[in-house]
């Protein structure tokens, strides 16, 4: 079993309870509407959709696979032929690790929240699994989680469990794009990257908190989220709405004819759950749109907007006019002072927001304002 120290930190990156990012720095955007066409409880297949996305799963096998996705009003099959949703296949209680032999139970539409929940069930060691995917009113990305529950009454250690899989697109000739923030090197590092689909693509969009670790560039900062484009008419991307330790990967398969996306955890994850305990595994989401990256953007960022961020008060203005501060009021070194007076200067420019965005902790992690510098918290 992991120690307590791991297990805390594992929380943290993996997420025992569901942490939304919210400020997901997505600044391409693109948005999402909910459309359901609902089968009745004893299908064995569902479809749902948003108002630019159509998704269609079902259980092949007693496997769950997804046999359509595809913009909603018209466009090619994304899927192809049925794209297996693959659930986590191994747990252990104490030195004994066993193969889960996932079997499906139910699925039923939830109309209040817009989600269809799946569920499954594994009998040694006792879990229960619900794959849960969600299409909002609008425009704009399905989404998709999963929970895990510990019925066995025992406490277990699993493993790596991605938030979305997308295990054989079909896109022909298309260009993969993505976005690196680039941190304290944005200007070496950071940019929009591009690649046309080939036989050798092999991406790996990995937050490992690098910087904070080793003192390095932070070379490893990439915006979650990943775009298929085919041509100017169409495309379909895909994004994780948590902050942690995870990543986005895409690879091709048949020579280049296919192409491989996962998101979420690392491989390698791993933490404990207590008797009783859920373990929710963080939000994914795949849209569909026609025309060009502009158009599929512009969708995702009203769907961020709309739908993720925090509804601001009815009198506050929105956007706001921002000043972001990061090192410019003396860095690490930075005190109470030197922040109120860089605030008192923004709200004499006229500034209506202002953030103060980092080095006010003592170490990362520590997400208190550091009792040295600014004795007075916040």
């Avoid at 466009?75 to 747990?91: E, I, K, Y």
């Amino acid at each position: 079993m992991l120690s307590t120290d791991e297990r805390i930190r594992k929380m943290i990156a993996g997420g025992l309870v569901a942490k939304r990012n919210v400020a997901m720095a997505i600044i391409v955007g693109f948005v999402c509407g909910f459309t359901v066409c609902s089968a009745q409880a004893s299908s064995t297949s569902w479809s749902i959709a948003t108002a630019d996305t159509r998704m269609t799963l079902g259980i092949s096998s007693g496997k769950l696979v997804i046999s359509k996705l595809c913009p909603l009003r018209g466009g090619h099959n994304w899927a192809g032929t049925d794209m297996s949703v693959p659930l986590m296949s191994q747990v252990s209680v104490g030195d004994e690790h066993y193969k889960t032999q996932w079997v499906f139970q139910s699925a039923a539409m939830d109309k209040r929240s817009d989600q269809l929940v799946i569920v499954f069930t594994n009998a040694q060691p006792s879990l229960r699994l619900k794959s849960i995917w969600r299409a909002r009113p609008g425009r704009g990305p399905i989404e998709h989680r999963i929970e895990l529950t510990n019925l066995s009454g025992k406490e277990l250690a699993i493993t790596h469990q991605d938030s979305l899989s997308l295990t054989n697109l079909l896109p022909g000739v298309a260009e993969i794009c993505w976005i690196r923030r680039g941190g304290s090197s944005a200007i070496q590092e950071g940019g929009t990257f591009r690649e046309t689909l080939s036989s050798t693509t092999d991406i790996n969009l990995n937050s490992t908190c690098t910087w904070a670790a080793t003192g390095a560039p932070d070379s490893m900062s990439p915006v979650p989220w990943l775009d298929v484009q085919v041509s100017d008419k169409e495309g379909l991307y895909v994004g994780w709405e948590f902050s942690g330790l995870g990543r986005v990967a895409a690879k091709a398969a048949e020579g280049g004819k296919s192409l491989c996306v996962n998101v979420g955890n690392h491989p390698d994850f791993k933490t404990d759950v207590y008797p009783g305990e859920t373990f929710v595994v963080p939000t994914a989401f795949v849209g569909c749109y026609t025309g060009d990256i502009d158009e599929g953007s512009y969708t995702l960022h009203r769907f961020i907007l709309e739908k993720l961020r925090p509804a601001f008060p009815a009198h506050y203005p929105d956007p706001t006019l921002a000043y972001n501060l990061y090192m410019d009021a003396g860095g690490t070194n930075a005190t109470e002072a030197d922040v109120l007076t860089v605030a008192k200067t923004a709200h004499d420019l006229g500034f209506e927001t202002y953030i103060s965005d980092a080095m006010w902790f003592p170490v990362t992690g520590d997400w208190r304002w550091d009792p040295k510098r600014f004795p007075n918290d916040i």
